[in-house]
């Protein structure tokens, strides 16, 4: 049974900093992509950032140069430091992983986390 359950997240204010973590359970990890999407109330699942096994990024536009992927570790976990915060960084964040970085940002993933809350508000 594979498993990937997020942590992190929770209150944040705009301009200020959250971190995610994702961590993998049930099979081996390191030779699989990874990676993060976000929605918001009434909106579509949408990507924000995904990482393969051996370190290329993709970043979706409105992250990029806010947050940062990290690699998968050793211990099958990956984070989203996510900085500069703003209003609409708001939504549920979703861990996810599969065999490609394409598999993955396009959201055809087989695996999925349940979500976590990342509220920013002032």
């Known amino acids: 049974q594979v498993h990937l359950v997020e942590s992190g997240g929770g209150l944040g204010q705009p301009g200020g900093s959250l971190r995610l973590s994702c961590a993998a359970s049930?099979?081996?990890?390191?030779?699989?992509?990874m990676g993060w999407f976000r929605q918001a109330p009434g909106q579509e699942r949408d990507f924000v950032a995904g990482?393969?096994?051996?370190?290329?990024?993709q970043y979706a536009d409105s992250v990029n140069g806010r947050f940062t992927i990290s690699e998968v570790n050793a211990e099958n976990t990956v984070t989203l430091q996510m900085d500069r915060l703003r209003l609409e960084d708001t939504g549920v964040y979703y861990c996810?992983?599969?065999?490609?970085?394409?598999?993955?940002?396009?959201?055809?993933?087989?695996?999925w986390g349940q979500g976590i809350q990342v509220t920013v508000s002032s």
């Open positions: 996810t992983s599969d065999l490609t970085l394409e598999t993955v940002a396009t959201g055809k993933s087989a695996y």
């Open positions: 990482v393969t096994w051996h370190g290329i990024k």
């Open positions: 049930g099979r081996q990890f390191n030779r699989y992509a």
